[in-house]
């Protein structure tokens, strides 16, 4: 039987998810920005910066069936310590190796591969376990107070790992990352799990993939979700051109500087901040499904703009300031998509499915990424980026138009209640 969690007890729990995740970000990522140096300075490989973009999506998708099915089943507190414990005992590990590093690379690997296992469960079982946390009033409130407070992190790390590479070196930032992760480990000792129902049966017997299948089984059977999980893998993916084509065209094709680009992409977590910090005070969003598609389209049209603005003749202070403006408004609407969705799958997916639909869901958007990398890597070699751009926004319009025209199709034949 469930028990009933009260606003102040949410509140509690928001606290101290929120300083947990707080932790745990800004010490993965300025650990991520110094390992990069470190990886640069000693072996100067155009990959130092580009380990984890290959490491996370693979072992996602190695561990999609194992970790969607051990949340499932398993005491979401245990699986998080766990995880947490192992990455502590990891980063102890790599603490006392580093003043003997021989092949910093091999470690890097191995490394970022123990951390991305841990991250795997740890987010997942996270994700699982709101309903533990909070009560179903405070589920929004939790999760535009992750995503701000991880847009914050996203916008200084960068600078605090370049001032800490610079004053303690790698091997004291390694350190200071243990620190953290025993600080979020503890944190996650004081907070209390309260149990949750489990409605569907049990289904320890069948096998790994058996048991996968249903949740793969939940979102194919579900319009709304399904269509948002397309969506959402289709926008990663396409909006890889952005991550590749937006810094080449900035600083090779513009000649602009790495400063006035850092401008640029920095817009983007400012962006995404404000957006969850206007979430934050209105009510809870209706017709999900409506308010994705149409949100999608919006970026479209904005990627459409930005092609527009490579194929004129604008340079200088007026296309940087341009530019600015467009990647704040972009991380914005991106607030407004992302966060959404995740409340959605929070308050309609069964406790008892939220970690397989989860890890499907999340592996699928990170492979996305690499995927759309490639594609569009190869593309703004061969194409100048205000045609790739166009091409872009107008693939994003007709896709996300179609979806819309099936959206009205499927309400007007009440295949989906009215208000998705």
Request: aromatic letters at 8%; glycine letters at 8%.
């Amino acid at each position: 039987m469930d028990t009933q969690i009260s606003n102040r007890q949410s509140v509690i729990q928001i606290v101290k998810a929120a300083s947990s995740d707080i932790m745990t970000t800004l010490g993965g990522d300025t650990f991520g920005f110094a390992l990069g140096l470190m990886l640069l300075h000693t072996t100067h490989s155009a990959m130092s910066f580009g380990l984890g973009s290959i490491i996370y999506p693979l072992v996602g998708l190695l561990l999609v069936i194992p970790v969607g099915n051990l949340v499932d089943h398993q005491p979401h507190r245990l699986l998080i310590l766990g995880s947490k414990l192992a990455g502590i005992l990891a980063f102890a590990l790599y603490a006392l190796l580093v003043p003997w590093l021989s092949m910093p690379m091999l470690l890097a690997v191995m490394m970022l591969t123990i951390v991305a296992c841990c991250d795997k469960v740890t987010t997942t079982a996270f994700t699982a376990a709101v309903r533990e946390l909070v009560n179903p009033a405070h589920i929004k409130t939790l999760a535009t107070i992750e995503q701000a407070a991880i847009a914050t992190i996203q916008l200084v790390s960068p600078i605090i790992a370049a001032a800490l590479y610079a004053w303690i070196g790698f091997a004291g930032i390694v350190w200071i990352e243990l620190g953290m992760e025993i600080i979020s480990a503890l944190i996650v000792l004081t907070m209390r799990f309260h149990p949750v129902t489990r409605l569907l049966a049990d289904d320890h017997a069948k096998s790994q993939w058996q048991q996968f299948r249903v949740g793969l089984r939940y979102i194919r059977d579900r319009f709304t979700l399904r269509t948002i999980v397309l969506v959402g893998i289709l926008l990663d993916f396409l909006f890889s051109s952005i991550d590749i084509g937006l810094p080449y065209a900035i600083v090779q094709t513009r000649h602009l500087s790495s400063a006035q680009l850092s401008w640029v992409l920095s817009a983007f977590a400012a962006g995404i901040l404000l957006g969850n910090l206007l979430l934050m005070v209105m009510p809870t969003v209706k017709r999900i499904l409506r308010l994705v598609l149409g949100l999608g389209a919006v970026i479209g049209l904005l990627v459409v703009l930005l092609g527009s603005v490579f194929l004129s003749t604008l340079n200088g202070q007026w296309l940087i300031g341009l530019l600015i403006g467009w990647s704040l408004l972009v991380g914005i609407v991106l607030a407004f998509i992302n966060t959404p969705m995740s409340v959605y799958m929070q308050l309609t997916v069964p406790t008892e499915l939220l970690g397989r639909v989860d890890a499907t869901f999340s592996t699928l958007m990170q492979l996305a990424l690499p995927l759309g990398t490639l594609v569009y890597g190869s593309l703004f070699q061969a194409c100048a980026a205000g045609p790739v751009y166009l091409v872009t926004g107008l693939v994003i319009i007709g896709y996300l138009s179609y979806n819309m025209w099936r959206v009205h199709h499927s309400v007007a034949t009440k295949q989906i209640g009215n208000d998705e």
